[in-house]
């Protein structure tokens, strides 16, 4: 959490008559009204980009309060006025906070929920989220081998199955260089196969999985390895192979 961002947007909010209390957040407009952080959040956030200042700042604002009020409608609104007639937003700002929050040492829920189903699921966008969040630098993330670098790494890596797999297959291919990556790189297969959207092609995903030095009894290895080597590309098209798998595996 970035405390100068935090305490930004808890000024910000107390500027429009919102304040928080032990239980949660009240208004000035209705003193006697408990507000989640969900009301908070769907009430307000979309006010951060009204603000006379300029765009850059606006998401400053907007990502501290996401670090203040941890809920995924406050990326929401960083989407929409990305899309918006007024955008797209600085995109240095915008992934740089992406960045950040997922390289910090606390839950990341929002955050990852955010790329995976706004910015991965959308093939108008998910080439250069998923390049911004990891793409570029993966080769220094496996070089620094750093903590924040590889929580970065892993948490993209596990939401990415959307991702089209000649975007993300280099990616992959780089992160399997490091074994503190491998887990990640297994869960990111298993999601290009799972997820509705997901992407893969099944004979460079299998020789890609053979690579990974993965702990002995890792649940759904087996399966995995047998959709692929089946020529299975996703679970929604092809309905029964991962039963069929399941069973060749017990």
Same mark, same amino acid.
């Given at each position: 959490?970035?405390?100068?961002?935090?305490?930004?947007?808890?000024?910000?909010?107390?500027?429009?008559?919102?304040?928080?209390?032990?239980?949660?957040?009240?208004?000035?407009?209705?003193?006697?009204?408990?507000?989640?952080?969900?009301?908070?959040?769907?009430?307000?956030?979309?006010?951060?980009?009204?603000?006379?200042?300029?765009?850059?700042?606006?998401?400053?604002?907007?990502?501290?309060?996401?670090?203040?009020?941890?809920?995924?409608?406050?990326?929401?609104?960083?989407?929409?006025?990305?899309?918006? +007639?007024?955008?797209? $937003?600085?995109?240095?700002? %915008?992934?740089? !906070?992406? &960045?950040?929050?997922? @390289?910090?040492?606390?839950?990341?829920?929002?955050?990852?929920?955010?790329?995976?189903?706004?910015?991965?699921?959308?093939?108008?966008?998910?080439?250069?989220?998923?390049?911004?969040?990891?793409?570029?630098?993966?080769?220094?993330?496996?070089?620094?081998?750093?903590?924040?670098?590889?929580?970065?790494?892993?948490?993209?890596?596990?939401?990415?199955?959307?991702?089209?797999?000649?975007?993300?297959?280099?990616?992959?291919?780089?992160?399997?260089?490091?074994?503190?990556?491998?887990?990640?790189?297994?869960?990111?297969?298993?999601?290009?196969?799972?997820?509705?959207?997901?992407?893969?092609?099944?004979?460079? +995903?299998?020789?890609? $999985?053979?690579?990974?030095? %993965?702990?002995? !009894?890792? &649940?759904?290895?087996? @399966?995995?390895?047998?959709?692929?080597?089946?020529?299975?590309?996703?679970?929604?098209?092809?309905?029964?192979?991962?039963?069929?798998?399941?069973?060749?595996?017990?």
């Amino acid at each position: 959490m970035e405390m100068r961002a935090v305490e930004a947007a808890r000024r910000w909010l107390a500027d429009q008559g919102v304040n928080q209390v032990r239980d949660g957040w009240v208004s000035d407009e209705k003193p006697g009204e408990l507000l989640t952080a969900t009301q908070v959040a769907q009430s307000w956030a979309c006010d951060v980009f009204t603000e006379d200042v300029d765009a850059a700042d606006q998401v400053r604002l907007a990502f501290g309060l996401l670090d203040l009020l941890d809920e995924y409608w406050v990326t929401c609104e960083i989407r929409f006025a990305e899309k918006s +007639a007024e955008g797209p $937003l600085p995109a240095g700002v %915008l992934w740089d !906070g992406y &960045r950040r929050r997922l @390289e910090a040492d606390r839950d990341a829920d929002a955050v990852t929920y955010s790329l995976w189903v706004d910015w991965f699921e959308d093939h108008t966008t998910s080439a250069t989220a998923f390049a911004e969040v990891l793409g570029h630098d993966i080769d220094r993330v496996v070089a620094d081998r750093s903590e924040p670098l590889l929580r970065r790494a892993r948490r993209v890596l596990e939401h990415s199955g959307p991702v089209r797999w000649t975007v993300k297959e280099p990616t992959y291919r780089a992160a399997a260089r490091l074994s503190d990556l491998h887990p990640a790189v297994f869960h990111g297969i298993r999601a290009s196969f799972h997820d509705v959207y997901g992407d893969l092609e099944p004979t460079a +995903a299998l020789l890609l $999985l053979d690579q990974l030095d %993965l702990p002995a !009894g890792t &649940r759904h290895l087996g @399966e995995l390895r047998h959709v692929l080597a089946s020529g299975h590309k996703n679970h929604s098209r092809g309905p029964g192979a991962w039963e069929d798998a399941v069973r060749a595996c017990s």
